[in-house]
């Protein structure tokens, strides 16, 4: 029982310890983005690949609304093929940043999670992201590594357990899609017709 509590205040302190201004940034930018009809990019290794992929689904399924549009996310974790391809003919390091050169342009938004913030692959994706002018997001752990350095946005975990930090990033992308969902016009500038419809919702 003492174990169990251990982690869970643990967990906590290192919760009370969050950005939490520069999480509703990145709300703030994901919401321009969807207006915009921007690419939202999401990528990691390992745990943080699958953490990559429910941010996925969620932004992408759960914040649906009519008169709004949709989120365009895409994971760069998910498609084997193209990713045991490219790790095998080019590198490893390779694999997410070929992706984003197919696909990548002026002001979509890239997604990067890596406990350490040294992960090869993602600290390049996200190095050939700034060639695009897109907008950078990491989520790190640890010391925050290169990846924190590179970023526009740092969201960082400051714990040196990485279970906890892996908690907290699943936390993160729930609690942004969850505020996305519940406030769906917040930060954003509104065409017309949304407008209305914001009114109608609001009430005002």
Do not use: W
Request: charged letters at 20%.
């Amino acid at each position: 029982m003492e174990h169990i509590q251990n982690y869970i205040s643990a967990l906590q302190q290192t919760m009370d310890q969050l950005p939490k201004p520069l999480i509703a940034e990145v709300i703030r930018v994901l919401q321009r983005a969807r207006m915009r009809g921007s690419q939202v990019f999401i990528m990691g290794n390992g745990g943080s690949a699958s953490t990559a992929s429910h941010f996925v689904c969620d932004l992408a399924k759960n914040t649906r609304r009519d008169g709004l549009p949709h989120f365009r996310a895409i994971g760069l974790a998910d498609n084997m093929e193209i990713f045991s391809a490219y790790a095998n003919d080019e590198g490893y390091e390779n694999v997410f940043s070929q992706q984003l050169v197919n696909l990548i342009g002026p002001g979509d938004v890239v997604i990067a999670i890596s406990a350490s913030g040294n992960s090869k692959n993602v600290v390049r994706a996200v190095e050939e992201a700034r060639k695009y002018n897109a907008i950078t997001i990491g989520f790190t752990g640890f010391t925050g590594g290169r990846l924190g350095q590179l970023v526009d946005i740092h969201i960082h975990v400051r714990s040196e357990i990485i279970e906890h930090v892996e908690d907290i990033h699943l936390m993160l992308e729930h609690m942004i899609v969850r505020a996305i969902k519940d406030q769906p016009f917040i930060g954003i500038e509104l065409p017309e017709a949304s407008a209305k419809l914001s009114a109608d919702v609001l009430g005002d």
